[in-house]
């Protein structure tokens, strides 16, 4: 079946843009998660979601990040006033219960000029 | 492709020798732990996972020991292919209690294989 499917695949915003990146999980998956990878770094998490529920947004850098997920299914990262440092691979995953092992999609890499 | 993990740890055979990647994890608390494989462009896969529970669990062509006294998780790769060059990441996380399994990865290995 489909796996976790991220778009866009590539995103360039000039500083100060507002950027948002979706994630379709896979079918049926209750958890979700969005990490950020830093070229030569091991993925970093960011928040995370039961169904509808943000259960966790610790990971979240700063309050211009802001994730949601309002129908328990697709959901969208937004990054408001994109700064440099905001570059990175934006990474989705989901999984069937907490318990199971994590799904990744392709990421989506943004690049902030 | 694009270049990923300038400064990671590399380890570099020729095809058809045996791999060992290596992994120390942090936090003693961890019952859970998995091994990713990521190829340029592309997310993490699953490639075997082990519980706290267990030193060592073996999967096609790969194994994975754990020694939860030094903290430390390895990877072996038998009859390493081409196709396994890819940057290794462990994870790990805590499945206890109220806990949603999180994963706080490691730094990375590149693994590059000859033919």
């Known amino acids: 079946g489909a796996g976790v499917s991220q778009s866009p695949r590539y995103k360039v915003a000039k500083r100060g843009q507002d950027v948002a990146l979706r994630c379709d999980p896979i079918s049926g998956h209750v958890s979700l998660f969005w990490y950020q990878q830093a070229l030569g770094q091991g993925p970093e998490f960011l928040t995370y979601f039961q169904n509808e529920a943000q259960l966790d947004k610790s990971g979240l850098p700063s309050d211009r990040f802001f994730a949601e997920r309002p129908e328990g299914s697709v959901s969208t990262l937004k990054i408001q006033r994109t700064q440099q440092e905001d570059s990175a691979v934006y990474l989705c995953?989901?999984?069937?219960?907490?318990?199971?092992?994590?799904?990744f999609g392709n990421g989506t890499r943004l690049t902030v000029t | 492709g694009e270049s990923v993990g300038l400064h990671l740890p590399t380890l570099s055979v020729q095809e058809g020798d045996n791999s060992i990647i290596n992994c120390a994890y942090s936090?003693?608390?961890?019952?859970?732990f998995i091994w990713y494989k990521q190829e340029s462009g592309k997310g993490p896969q699953f490639i075997i996972d082990?519980?706290?529970?267990?030193d060592k669990r073996q999967g096609q062509r790969v194994t994975v020991l754990l020694n939860k006294t030094v903290k430390h998780l390895s990877l072996q790769i038998a009859a390493t292919q081409p196709g396994d060059s890819a940057v290794y990441f462990c994870?790990?996380?805590?499945?206890?209690?109220?806990?949603?399994?999180?994963?706080?990865f490691g730094q990375g290995t590149i693994l590059t294989v000859h033919p």
């Open positions: 082990i519980r706290s529970n267990m």
């Open positions: 995953a989901s999984s069937f219960d907490p318990r199971s092992p994590l799904h």
């Open positions: 936090n003693s608390a961890s019952d859970y």
């Open positions: 994870a790990e996380t805590n499945l206890g209690g109220t806990s949603y399994g999180k994963l706080t």
